[in-house]
T-cell receptor, first 114, second 117 residues
């Protein structure tokens, strides 16, 4: 069975600084997807970034980028130039190829302060 | 605007009572999902459906039931058999890709918070 582990329950960062959220996963699958979702206080889940396991190049979306280390089964999220609106819970999620089941980590609460 | 609508936003249930949470999407997505979120835990899959009139159990289906009579609707019933129903419930939907490496990301509704009176 696949598992996703987020070892940092809470993180904080000053506005305009950079922060990295950690995520590790365990799977015997070779083909899969990894996601980072953001859940602000409004509780809506918003997709931040997505990585296909077969791609060696790390995904980037504006200020968000990932460090995907397939051999180490690590998928960290880097937020550059942090903004107050980045304050939220961040969930790492795994989906094996050809399934529709997302496996979520327990989340990291990020607080951005002025 | 296209999106997923969950209603109600807050719901209260008495002991022994069944309640139904609504989820409607106008994104023309084939697949729909129900998740439960508890404090300190990630989302856990309750049920999902890839096609009308068909659905599969997720990891925590006991005490829940669903139906998929229409493509755009996927209601979740929390039955009296669910002993700890107090939680935040999220509905999601996605397209179904074809061919390899085509899984599509899921889009989420705003959620329903269910509490026991």
């Amino acid at each position: 069975a696949q598992t996703v582990t987020q070892s940092q329950p809470e993180m904080s960062v000053q506005e305009a600084e950079t922060v990295t959220l950690s995520c590790t996963y365990d799977t015997s699958e070779n083909n899969y997807y990894l996601f980072w979702y953001k859940q602000p206080p409004s509780r809506q889940m918003i997709l931040v970034i997505r990585q296909e396991a077969y791609k060696q190049q790390n995904a980037t979306e504006n200020r968000f980028s990932v460090n995907f280390q397939k051999a180490a089964k690590s998928f960290s999220l880097k937020i550059s130039d942090s903004q107050l609106g980045d304050t939220a819970m961040y969930f790492c999620a795994f989906m094996a190829y050809n399934t529709d089941k997302l496996i979520f980590g327990t989340g990291t609460r990020l607080q951005v302060f002025p | 605007d296209g999106g997923i609508t969950q209603s109600p936003k807050y719901l209260f249930r008495k002991e022994g009572q069944n309640v139904t949470l609504s989820c409607e999407q106008n994104l023309n997505h084939d697949a729909m999902y129900w998740y439960r979120q508890d404090p300190g835990q990630g989302l856990r899959l309750i049920y999902y459906s890839q096609i009308v009139n068909d659905f599969q159990k997720g990891d925590i289906a006991e005490g829940y039931s669903v139906s998929r009579e229409k493509k755009e609707s996927f209601p979740l019933t929390v039955t009296s058999a669910q002993k700890n129903p107090t939680a935040f419930y999220l509905c999601a939907s996605s397209t179904l890709g074809q061919g390899p490496y085509s899984n599509q990301p899921q889009h989420f509704g705003d959620g329903t918070r269910l509490s026991i009176l």
